[in-house]
C-alpha cells in the first residue's frame, strides 16, 4: 500500500476529516495537473468559499432563465415550457436542484464516512451544475420558437432545436460526471461501492426532488404564488 492509499484508507475509516484528507492528498502529488485533469476535476483546489459564490451565481442565472420559459424541474432535469416559471417557483427548482441534491450527496457520504463537511459538498455541487447554463441560455434565446405544444413542435421543428439538442446531452453527461467527480473529492471514496453509492444518492436525489416540486408546487399555485 503506498502513502496516497494509506491516507485514503484514513479517510474512509473516518480518522481523518475530508479537508485533512484533500490537504494531504495535495502535499502528497508531486506532479501538476493537466489541463485535462482540471477539466475533468476541478474539484481538488476548489476553494469551498468561491464554489459557494459561482453556485450562488448560477442559481440565480437559472431563475432569471426560468422567467425565459426554462424549467430546471429536478435534481438533473432542464426544459424548454410555453409558458414561464412563477418567482416562487424557479426559486424552489433552484433549491431543488442545488441544496437539496447536496444534502442527498451528503447523507449518502456519510453511510460509508464519518467526518463529511455539507459545506463542501454544496460548494461541489453548485458548480458541477454550472454546464447547465449553456443548454438553457441555447433555450432561452428560443423561446418563441419552444413556446409551443409538443405535437406542433414535432409537426414543424425549428432550425436551433436540433442544435440545441445536441448541445443537451453533453451537458448533461458533463454535469453527471462533475457531480460524481464533487462526490469523490468530497467523501474520499473511490472505488466500485463507492459508484453505486453515489448512483443510488442521484436516483434518490432526483425522485425525491420531483415529489417535493409536486407538492409545494400545489401549495404555492392554492396560494396564488
Given at each position: 500500500?503506498n502513502?496516497?492509499?494509506?491516507?485514503?484508507?484514513?479517510?474512509s475509516?473516518?480518522?481523518?476529516?475530508a479537508?485533512?484528507?484533500?490537504?494531504?492528498?495535495k502535499?502528497?502529488?508531486?506532479?501538476q495537473r493537466?489541463s485535462?485533469?482540471?477539466?475533468?476535476?476541478?474539484f481538488?483546489?476548489?476553494?469551498?468559499?468561491?464554489?459557494?459564490?459561482l453556485?450562488?451565481?448560477?442559481?440565480l442565472?437559472?431563475?432569471i432563465?426560468?422567467?425565459?420559459?426554462?424549467?430546471?424541474d429536478?435534481?438533473?432535469?432542464?426544459?424548454?415550457?410555453p409558458?414561464?416559471?412563477s418567482?416562487a417557483?424557479?426559486?424552489?427548482?433552484?433549491?431543488?436542484?442545488?441544496?437539496?441534491?447536496?444534502?442527498?450527496l451528503?447523507?449518502?457520504?456519510?453511510?460509508?464516512?464519518?467526518?463529511?463537511?455539507?459545506?463542501?459538498f454544496?460548494?461541489n455541487?453548485?458548480?458541477?451544475?454550472?454546464?447547465?447554463?449553456?443548454?438553457?441560455?441555447?433555450a432561452?434565446?428560443?423561446?418563441?420558437?419552444?413556446?409551443?405544444?409538443p405535437?406542433?413542435?414535432?409537426?414543424a421543428?425549428?432550425p436551433?432545436?436540433l442544435?440545441?439538442?445536441?448541445?443537451?446531452?453533453?451537458?448533461?453527461?458533463w454535469?453527471?460526471?462533475?457531480?460524481?467527480?464533487?462526490?469523490r473529492?468530497?467523501?474520499?471514496?473511490?472505488?466500485?461501492?463507492?459508484?453505486?453509492?453515489?448512483?443510488g444518492?442521484?436516483?434518490?436525489?432526483?425522485?425525491?426532488?420531483?415529489i417535493?416540486?409536486?407538492?409545494?408546487?400545489?401549495?404555492?399555485?392554492?396560494n396564488?404564488l
Open positions: 500500500m502513502t496516497e492509499e494509506h491516507v485514503l484508507e484514513l479517510l475509516a473516518g480518522k481523518i476529516s479537508t485533512e484528507g484533500e490537504e494531504l492528498l502535499a502528497l502529488s508531486q506532479r493537466s485535462w485533469e482540471r477539466c475533468v476535476n476541478p481538488e483546489s476548489l476553494n469551498p468559499t468561491l464554489g459557494l459564490l453556485g450562488a451565481l448560477g442559481a442565472a437559472g431563475v432563465l426560468s422567467r425565459s420559459n426554462v424549467r430546471f429536478g435534481a438533473l432535469d432542464l426544459h424548454a415550457t409558458i414561464p416559471a418567482v417557483e424557479a426559486l424552489l427548482e433552484q433549491a431543488v436542484a442545488w441544496p437539496l441534491l447536496a444534502v442527498v451528503w447523507s449518502a457520504a456519510t453511510l460509508r464516512v464519518r467526518q463529511v463537511r455539507l459545506v463542501d454544496l460548494s455541487v453548485g458548480v458541477a451544475r454550472l454546464p447547465y447554463l449553456i443548454p438553457a441560455v441555447m432561452g434565446t428560443m423561446k418563441d420558437q419552444l413556446s409551443v405544444s405535437e406542433q413542435l414535432l409537426k421543428p425549428p436551433g432545436l442544435l440545441l439538442s445536441l448541445v443537451t446531452v453533453p451537458a448533461v453527461v454535469v453527471v460526471t462533475w457531480l460524481w467527480q464533487s462526490f473529492t468530497a467523501s474520499g471514496l473511490r472505488g466500485p461501492k463507492a459508484g453505486l453509492l453515489f448512483a444518492a442521484l436516483l434518490a436525489a432526483e425522485v425525491l426532488s420531483k417535493v416540486l409536486g407538492v409545494l408546487s400545489v401549495l404555492l399555485h392554492h396564488g
